[in-house]
């Protein structure tokens, strides 16, 4: 990936909606040229996918749990089972295996309390757990997608 990538990529990754002329203007390239470099870095994996971003107040998901996860158990079938069981839960946004004293970092979106509670049992039910730490976010400081990429000379 060269300089020219790596701004076209901070530009999607800031609003992927843009027409192709507009990225390839800003870019200082044709349109051709540019959407086969577009094309390319999706053929490659570097764009996973192109989505719309959500505030998560205005679909009545506003509340964001981060719920840490101790298991006794680091077989191979435990694990099979604990992934087949959190992708099934909409609620869950992304899940971190851990390095340390927790396992597993899940962030969680709800609508409330009541909607959290449900999920907690769900997710208890599903695997066996040593412990479950819930921590409630009061506020969202700063929340982005976009990858600080380097692009200096």
């Not at 694990?79 to 969680?108: H, I, K, T």
């Not at 757990?129 to 976009?146: D, G, I, P, Q």
Request: charged content about 25%; hydrophobic content about 45%; aromatic content about 8%.
């Amino acid at each position: 990936m060269d300089r020219t990538d790596l701004k076209i990529l901070a530009i999607l990754q800031e609003d992927s909606s843009l027409p192709v002329a507009e990225v390839a203007s800003r870019v200082n390239l044709s349109q051709t040229p540019c959407w086969r470099r577009i094309q390319k870095l999706e053929a490659q994996g570097v764009i996973a996918r192109r989505v719309a971003i959500l505030d998560p107040d205005s679909v009545g998901l506003g509340l964001s749990v981060f719920v840490e996860i101790e298991t006794g158990d680091h077989s191979g079938d435990w694990l099979a089972r604990f992934a087949e069981s959190v992708q099934a839960m909409p609620e869950v946004m992304e899940v971190y295996r851990m390095a340390g004293d927790v396992d597993y970092l899940l962030r969680v979106a709800v609508g409330s309390m009541a909607e959290y509670d449900d999920f907690y049992r769900r997710l208890i039910a599903g695997v066996p757990l040593k412990n479950v730490t819930s921590r409630f976010a009061m506020e969202r400081v700063k929340s982005t997608t976009a990858y600080p990429l380097r692009l200096e000379a």
